[in-house]
Every structure is written in structure tokens, then in C-alpha cells.
């Protein structure tokens, strides 16, 4: 991508690695503390058959405004569906749609709406920046934004939909990084609900 030349740019990247890093080991930690504290096959004696049938659309909602510009903490939602064992494909293809939908909108404001909705949205600054890596990498550059889940997509979604990109890309490549992202996330919560003995 390049030098990142704008200072306001280079808090938005700094601040999502920051972020990932410090929820990471956050997790990292209750999952220590689980597994020396909680007793063995919890969520085996609870009920959730009520929360399983209706959790898939909460999950819909949460990753849809993750896919906007309120995230919402839908990747730890998306691991914690793991944890309490909903069906993974089910929730990694509920949570794919969701955050597709949710970029979706986006790059529908920024087709409609033009530069100037865009550049009020994410500045000036970060505008010029993100469209002078677009115009040396295109699709490069989308499908590395859509693959690494601290990059920030929602803003290169909007330079798509401003640019008229080609919506079934878009898609495609939107629906299948997240697809990728959702499985990788419910895997490691169900991997760590059985480490520290949940079922």
C-alpha cells in the first residue's frame, strides 16, 4: 500500500491493530481464568435451545451494523456463538450476510450520495490517502482490506460505491472474505469453550 502519508490515517490503522491486540489479549486472559475457575460441562446443564433458535437473527443484526461503521464487537459475537455451540456453518453464513448487507449500505450512501457524503464521512485526508492506494491497487487493495479484519473495509466500501465499482464483485469478494473471517471466529470459540471445558 505504500507510505501512509496522512496523520489521521495512520491513527485509524494504529488504533484497530491497538485495539485487536489489547481485546485479544483480554480474551486471551478470560479464557485463562475460565479454565481455572469455571467448573467442567457449564453450558451442558443450561437450556439454550430458546436463545439457539433465535440467536441466529441477533446475530444478523450485530454483524450488520459491523459491516456499517458501528461495530458493535460482532467478531466476539460471532466467537461467542461459538462458545455456547450454535451450529458454525449456520452462524459464519448468517454472519457473512450480515456483514455484507451491512457494507452493502455504505456503498449504496456513497453511489447515491457522492464525495462529498464520503469525504464527510471519513475526511478529507483519509479520503485522498485510501484513493491514491485504490488507484495503484484496486482490487488488491479490497480484497486486503476485506481479508484482515482491523483494516477499516467500511471505508473502502464507500470508495467502491463511489467509484461505481462492480457490485457483483463487490460482493463476491465482500461475502467471501467475511465467510472466511465468520468460520475462523466461531472456530475459535468453540475451540475455546471445549479448552476450558464448557460441554
Not at 480474551?27 to 430458546?50: E, H, V
Not at 452462524?91 to 457522492?114: C, E, P
Not at 483519509?126 to 483494516?151: D, H, K, Q, R
Request: charged fraction near 10%; include cysteine.
Amino acid at each position: 500500500m505504500g507510505r501512509i502519508k496522512h496523520e489521521k490515517t495512520r491513527k485509524i490503522i494504529r488504533d484497530g491493530i491497538i485495539i485487536t491486540i489489547l481485546f485479544t489479549l483480554f480474551c486471551i486472559a478470560l479464557l485463562i481464568l475460565a479454565k481455572k475457575y469455571l467448573p467442567a460441562g457449564l453450558l451442558s446443564n443450561i437450556d439454550l435451545s430458546g436463545f439457539l433458535d433465535y440467536g441466529y437473527l441477533g446475530l444478523f443484526v450485530i454483524t450488520f451494523f459491523g459491516g456499517t461503521f458501528f461495530p458493535a464487537g460482532s467478531p466476539a459475537v460471532v466467537a461467542a456463538a461459538g462458545v455456547i455451540g450454535m451450529n458454525k456453518t449456520t452462524v459464519a453464513l448468517v454472519a457473512a450476510a450480515g456483514y455484507t448487507v451491512g457494507t452493502m449500505v455504505n456503498y449504496a450512501f456513497a453511489y447515491w450520495l457522492g464525495i462529498h457524503y464520503v469525504q464527510k464521512k471519513i475526511g478529507k485526508e483519509v479520503y485522498e490517502e485510501i484513493v491514491g492506494w485504490w488507484n495503484e491497487w484496486g482490487t488488491v487493495l479490497l480484497i486486503t482490506f476485506a481479508l484482515i479484519p482491523v483494516l477499516p473495509f467500511n471505508y473502502l466500501a464507500l470508495l467502491c460505491g463511489l467509484f461505481r465499482y462492480n457490485i457483483v464483485y463487490f460482493i463476491l469478494i465482500n461475502f467471501g472474505s467475511n465467510l472466511l473471517n465468520s468460520y475462523l471466529f466461531v472456530y475459535l470459540g468453540g475451540f475455546a469453550a471445549n479448552w476450558i471445558g464448557l460441554f
